[in-house]
């Protein structure tokens, strides 16, 4: 294997189109059914060839270079598997380049570690099936397995289900991020029985996706939106503005601050997203992402690689 230069691989954000938490587990996670969705916000990883085992990253946002790194835990955990097989693992420097916010509600650090997931395999020399990757890829976090399927998809079990379904059509969409933090295991703990769902909703936006239906209305609902507005103000008067700004139907994207708007028509969100930006909100015009964009995305990166592997 001959690894010879740096190999940049995009990392895309998601949008929850629902998300139903259905209720507490005896392993204190929450069973979840959630129509995901990429989108062309995106991460960049340059993944150096180092001398072999040495794993290291460097990221533009310093309080993330840290060990606690989901891309560079990725990492080892792709060396380690090499390593039990016998053989000798490649080393990797991994310079990450985050635009996706971090504690958003779009997958970002999740994200960053599925890149590395779908693209180190081949540059170390690891031959992993898709069933270990997924096996890893959770125990990294409940959002990972996602993004090895990528475009839309419907996720159950605590997130490691993950159901491919036919892309959402085309659409724009406008972001605003509210000045304030949602820890997740926070606003988990934060739901009461009456924040529960049956996860109906989520199947009836995955059988209208599945039948190219319209998606129906009022389904695309999100079991965090209630207590996330009530207890962070700041995300409250955000959904006013972005309101105001022009958005008709917004949605909280996992469990949040990050709420979006989806838009058919380019002039509609740009409107929409200049009145944001002039009011001085952290506000994003995006896409969404087909499965096969995401993917071939990753692979066409690595085509140069593999050519020069063995
Ligand atoms: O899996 P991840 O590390 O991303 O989860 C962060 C926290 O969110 C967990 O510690 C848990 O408190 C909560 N969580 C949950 N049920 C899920 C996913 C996350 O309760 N399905």
Known sequence: MTWTRAVFVPAFAKVNLTLEVLGRRDDGYHDLASVMQTISLCDTLALHPAPPGELSLT??????????????????AIAADVRADGRAAGGVHIELHKRTPTQAGLG????????ALLSLPQLLGAELALHHLLRIAAALGSDVPFFLTAGTALVTGRGERVAPLPDLPPHWL????????????????????????????????????????????????????????????A????????????????????????????????????????????????????????????????????????????
């Open 59 to 76: 990221c533009d946002v310093a309080e993330l270079s840290g060990a606690d790194n989901l891309a560079l835990r990725a990492a080892q």
């Open 235 to 310: 995300v409250e008067e955000t959904w006013q503005h972005f309101r105001s700004a022009g958005a008709h139907e917004i949605h909280l994207s996992g469990s949040g601050p990050t709420l979006f708007a989806l838009f058919t028509e380019l002039t509609a969100a740009a409107a929409v997203w200049r009145r944001l930006r002039a009011g001085g909100h952290a506000s994003w015009l995006a896409h969404t992402v087909a499965r096969e964009a995401a993917l071939a995305a990753v692979s066409a990166q690595l085509a140069g690689e593999a050519s020069q592997s063995t």
């Open 108 to 115: 970002g650090g999740s994200s960053d570690a599925a890149a």
């Open 174 to 233: 406008v972001l605003v991020k509210p000045q304030v933090g949602v820890p997740t295991g926070k606003a988990f703990a934060a739901l009461t029985a009456s924040d529960h769902a049956e996860g109906a909703h989520s199947a009836a936006v995955a059988d209208a996706l599945s039948h190219a239906v319209a998606l129906p209305a009022g389904h695309m609902v999100n079991s965090f939106e209630q207590s996330v507005r009530r207890d962070y103000p």
